[in-house]
C-alpha cells in the first residue's frame, strides 16, 4: 500500500488549493480513506473522509462548507479541495487508508487507520 499526496503550497488567507492522493497496492473500494492534518506542536486531526460505496462524507466542524472531498476510482485518487482557506488551516495533510471497506472512520482519529501518505504541507498566510 502506497499513499503519494501532492497539491500542497502557500497561499493567502481567503485562497484555494487542492490536494491530491493517488493510492497503489490496493483498490478503493476495498478500503476506508480519509484526510488529516497536524499543525506544529498539535495532535494529528481528522479533516474529511468518503464512504466510496455511497459517496457519504464527513467533515469536521472547523473545515465544514469550505473543504470538499471527493475520490476517482477508476485513478485510485482521492481529492481534497480547499476553499476559503485560514491561517488556522496550515499544517502538514495526510492521505489515509485502512483496510475496512465502505468506512468513514475520520471521527474516530488517526489510530483507526493502517497506511499514511507522507504528507504535503499547506500554508495559509494572512
Known amino acids: 500500500v502506497q499513499l503519494v499526496e501532492s497539491g500542497g503550497g502557500l497561499v493567502q488567507a481567503g485562497g484555494s488549493l487542492r490536494l491530491s492522493c493517488a493510492a497503489s497496492?490496493?483498490?478503493?473500494?476495498?478500503?476506508?480513506i480519509g484526510w488529516f492534518r497536524q499543525a506544529p506542536g498539535k495532535e494529528r486531526e481528522g479533516v474529511s473522509c468518503i464512504n466510496v460505496s455511497d459517496g457519504s462524507t464527513y467533515y469536521a466542524d472547523s473545515v465544514k462548507a469550505r473543504f470538499v472531498i471527493s475520490s476517482n476510482s477508476a485513478k485510485n485518487t482521492l481529492y481534497l479541495q480547499m476553499n476559503s482557506l485560514k491561517p488556522e488551516d496550515t499544517a502538514v495533510y495526510y492521505c489515509?487508508?485502512?483496510?475496512?471497506?465502505?468506512?468513514?472512520?475520520?471521527?474516530?482519529?488517526?489510530?483507526?487507520?493502517?497506511?499514511w501518505g507522507q504528507g504535503t504541507q499547506v500554508t495559509v498566510s494572512s
Open positions: 497496492g490496493f483498490t478503493f473500494d476495498d478500503y476506508a
Open positions: 489515509a487508508a485502512d483496510p475496512r471497506p465502505y468506512g468513514c472512520y475520520v471521527a474516530q482519529g488517526a489510530k483507526s487507520y493502517d497506511y
